[in-house]
């Protein structure tokens, strides 16, 4: 949905014309702007288009239909399986708990449509401010709902994936010192072959993660290989497989993510390699329960409650003062070494 400003007073655009124009009466319109979980999704993109078309505005009045606090943050993540934005999503709702705040959790499953929807319900639950962390890493992925949310002034805080809007605020993690910190390791235990597996090429977490890794090796491997998949452990387990089905197994894998990690961790099971025996793997992010069954990988460790701290408290200190400033925070992960 894109919102557009009338430009001319003379040609008052009003909700009865943008009512007029998707043939619905004045009250379904009204509810599509302020509580659009109650509109038939067809109506109600019936009515965007309308108010698109036209360029309307949700004007001054409608939004102080949400001047009452609900003191409730939404948190919408993309991937509750995986470990990181579940312990993140934890201790978000404890740190708002603390603030006197609840929270409504979410999970877009990697979904653009899921995403918007979910955004359209907690529009509609009042929530005083929203933590998103979209499912695309792909900085050209801007959204249609954000601009619907500016207009309602309720303030999102981005973790994780950053958005190229002006204006953009979150906690984000330093995705090309936690590439660099992982070459600078692997360079020291002098490798011969490493075979990094990656998020999609597009995918600008992807490519600082891979950037980092190789100026921090500094020309110091013979053979670097590089694999696109997703950040997700299915297909970093299918493309693990497949490279080994005609290459031996490198001296060490890369994981740009823990969902990949445990990916390249399945694939090698599938060929008989025993980990830290017939391959040596460095993950960014932990690995998961690796250690009860007697595995310690070197990775690099992200601080997830001090990320959740900051998220938690931005969306509550914007929740409070909406006219307060924007600001970025950038996280760095720390480099763990297996003993």
């Not at 965007?48 to 009452?68: C, F, P």
């Not at 998103?132 to 994780?160: G, H, T």
């Amino acid at each position: 949905m894109r919102y557009k400003v009338a430009l001319s007073r003379s040609n008052k655009i009003t909700l009865e014309s943008v009512a007029t124009i998707a043939n619905v009466s004045k009250i379904t319109a009204s509810r599509a702007f302020s509580q659009p979980e109650k509109v038939h999704p067809e109506t109600l993109k019936r009515i965007m288009d309308a108010a698109d078309k036209i360029g309307y505005i949700i004007n001054t009045s409608a939004r102080n239909l949400r001047a009452k606090s609900s003191k409730t943050i939404g948190i919408v993540s993309p991937d509750m399986e995986n470990p990181f934005f579940r312990e993140l999503a934890r201790n978000m709702t404890q740190e708002a708990y603390t603030a006197g705040y609840d929270t409504l959790i979410f999970d877009s499953y990697e979904s653009k449509e899921n995403e918007a929807r979910i955004i359209d319900k907690l529009i509609g639950y009042n929530v005083d401010a929203i933590v998103l962390s979209v499912v695309s890493a792909e900085r050209v992925y801007i959204p249609n709902y954000l601009k619907q949310l500016e207009i309602l002034n309720i303030p999102v805080i981005l973790v994780d994936r950053e958005v190229d809007i002006e204006e953009s605020q979150g906690v984000f993690i330093d995705n090309l010192d936690c590439g660099l910190q992982a070459g600078r390791y692997l360079a020291t235990q002098k490798p011969k072959s490493v075979v990094i597996i990656s998020g999609p090429e597009d995918s600008n977490v992807a490519q600082d993660r891979i950037t980092g890794i190789i100026v921090g090796l500094k020309e110091s491997v013979e053979d670097i290989n590089v694999i696109h998949a997703n950040f997700l452990m299915e297909e970093a387990f299918e493309v693990t497989n497949k490279y080994l089905k005609s290459h031996d197994a490198p001296d060490f894998f890369i994981g740009c993510n823990n969902q990949i990690s445990l990916g390249i961790i399945k694939g090698c099971i599938q060929h008989n390699l025993s980990p830290q025996k017939d391959f040596s793997l460095f993950s960014i992010d932990d690995v998961s329960y690796a250690d009860i069954y007697g595995f310690n990988f070197p990775c690099i460790s992200h601080d997830m409650k001090e990320i959740a701290w900051q998220a938690a408290n931005m969306a509550i200190r914007r929740a409070k003062d909406k006219d307060s400033t924007p600001g970025k925070i950038v996280v760095r992960g720390k480099l763990k070494i297996a003993i």
